[in-house]
């Protein structure tokens, strides 16, 4: 037991204001080709030669600062490091780990689940400011990635580590094929949305039918800072073999996250008649919450299916709330 008296309040330290906390684990999740890796070494570039982060141009007049990068899936030698060259980093700061190697001498991947003190090792001796670990999912051993309880014995030890060492971490992942709400973006288990202090999604932007559609990095979650805006950016190469980088806009978008992230991917049809539905329950619920069952029955009523009442829902009602010993309720959102 631990007296509330004994503990001294600390301030929450930044490397990047609401989304990359010291001492804390942030998540981003994408489908692939969304430029996850893109973004982390655009982050990398500016924590290298002291750049503030996105949106802001990059320039040098912060300390520069150690990145490690834990990483199975991408060549060094062919991907990560011309990723790396191309977007400014200094090399000289970034350091990769991929296997470890036991008193025989045998070598084998590193893991989360079985090597975190050979990593905790490392992050104390180098004094790194970010740990990356790309393609987190890889990392958890023989944990079962829809398993609440093995993915939460895996990451917070992971955690304490980072909270130890003084170190942000930034994992990331794709999503599962099949999701039933933004709480699962990140995993078939909610604890890779609960465990890491921020959780990030990108996704292209549905309103930019271009050639090259603009991307967008929204918070799905973070209880350590208030509402961050969502930031675009537009993934560039010379050429179709060229290297890869991203350019961000400078300016904050206007985004609604369902309307980004939703796991339902609508055509122009679908959109129609769930926007429809919107208009609907604004107009059920302007005179204040309704029992869940009654908006549902009559909806139903009103000629909308379960899954359009659903997508409508999520972005209309704020709360499905549930008075003391009474049903459930919806009001609408703010």
Known sequence: MIGASTITPEEIEWLWPGRLAVGALTNCVGLPDEGKSLVYTDITARLTIGSPMPPTPRHRGLAPQRVLILTQEDSLSRTLVPRLIKAGVDLELVDFVQMVRN????????????????????????????????????????????????????????????????????????????????????????????????????????????????????????????????????????????????????????????????????????????????????????????????????AKDAGFTPSTLRRARERVVDVAKRTFNGPWEWILRR
């Open 103 to 298: 008193a025989d001498g045998q070598t084998s991947f590193l893991t989360l689940a079985y090597d975190l003190d050979v990593l905790g090792a490392a992050l104390e001796v180098k004094r790194y400011a970010l740990a990356i670990v790309d393609g987190i999912a890889g990392y958890l051993g023989d944990a079962k990635t829809h398993n609440d309880a093995d993915v939460r014995r895996v990451l917070g030890p992971f955690v304490a580590l980072l909270d130890r060492a003084n170190v942000a971490g930034l994992s990331v992942m794709h999503p599962p094929k099949t999701i039933a709400n933004l709480a699962y973006y990140a995993g078939g288990t909610v604890a890779f949305t609960a465990v890491p202090r921020v959780a990030l999604g990108v996704a292209k932007d549905p309103n930019d039918e271009s050639a090259n559609p603009r991307r967008l990095l929204m918070k799905i979650k973070g209880n350590l800072y208030g509402a961050v805006p969502t930031l675009a950016y537009r993934i560039v190469a010379d050429g179709p073999a060229g290297v890869p980088w991203i350019e961000w806009e400078p300016n904050p978008v206007d985004a609604n996250i369902a309307d980004v992230l939703d796991p339902v991917r609508e055509d122009a049809e679908d959109r129609s008649t769930r926007r429809a539905c919107e208009e609907w329950l604004r107009a059920f619920l302007a005179d204040g919450p309704q029992p869940a069952k009654d908006a549902e029955k009559a």
